[in-house]
């Protein structure tokens, strides 16, 4: 597994991916308008086997501009936190998403042609917020609160609020995103493990807590012996003693000067 400084890295893709898939919406349906087109027949039809095929090309097609533009921003913003916090899985996240939420579509949706991006979109949302708690990583933590304070209030999509609006698919794509989460949950960097979190750390033998007594009081630990290393000389004198121990000779008292 890798660690968190080599896990956390910015690349090209986490700005040209999203960017792509934003320009193959906003391509579709120019195609459409240019030419005169529909392709609403080939989005989801619930429990039918051309239906089936809506699961990979409903998420780019959209009803007009209203429905697409509402679906840009939040592709755009969730693709790139995929593409950066789970880089090493953010291919296979967004194919298994659209696959699920576009089955789990086939499979409860009302009789109707189901499109547009929405229940990847709410696959996304899902996924970034389990992915996060279930990891507990500081960082990817941070990212579910944030998609919670942008997005939290698509939660009620998938309840059906309105006859036009798929919340079949939203629901789907929720559900997906959470499956997935718990799918990919070994994918996860190691954060950073301090000195006070490894298991054979020792409150005593720590510097900075030695400066605490026992009711939690701060105080300064004495100085630290220290030795003169600068002195350019040192002065030994040596005392001579008679053999007989009478007297010492001071006057054969030498230095020397090292």
């Not at 959209?62 to 899985?89: E, Q």
Request: aromatic letters at 18%; charged letters at 20%; zero cysteines.
């Amino acid at each position: 597994m890798e660690s968190e400084s080599s896990y956390f890295k910015f690349y090209n893709g986490v700005v040209g991916y999203p960017l792509l898939f934003v320009l193959i919406i906003w391509f579709v349906f120019w195609i459409e308008i240019k030419f005169g087109l529909d392709f609403t027949r080939w989005g989801v039809r619930p429990r039918t086997g051309m239906g089936l095929r809506g699961v990979l090309f409903s998420p780019f097609i959209h009803s007009g501009i209203k429905h697409l533009w509402r679906n840009t921003t939040p592709l755009l913003v969730l693709t790139t936190a995929l593409f950066y916090f789970y880089r090493n899985i953010s291919w296979k996240v967004l194919l298994w998403i659209t696959i699920l939420s576009g089955l789990g579509t086939w499979l409860i949706g009302r009789t109707s042609y189901h499109i547009g991006m929405s229940g990847v979109i709410y696959a996304l949302v899902s996924f970034l917020f389990f992915k996060g708690i279930i990891a507990k990583h500081y960082r990817l933590v941070a990212l579910s609160l944030v998609v919670v304070f942008l997005y939290g209030s698509l939660i009620w999509g998938t309840m059906p609020t309105s006859e036009n609006i798929s919340w079949e698919g939203h629901l789907s794509g929720f559900i997906a995103g959470a499956f997935i989460a718990l799918r990919f949950r070994e994918s996860v960097p190691n954060p950073i493990k301090y000195a006070w979190e490894q298991p054979d750390y020792k409150e005593e033998d720590d510097p900075f807590m030695r400066q605490f007594d026992e009711d939690g009081n701060f105080f300064e630990l004495p100085p630290e012996p220290t030795v003169n290393t600068e002195a350019d000389t040192y002065t030994i004198v040596y005392h001579y003693i008679t053999q007989d121990d009478e007297k010492i000779k001071g006057d054969n008292a030498y230095k020397d000067e090292l």
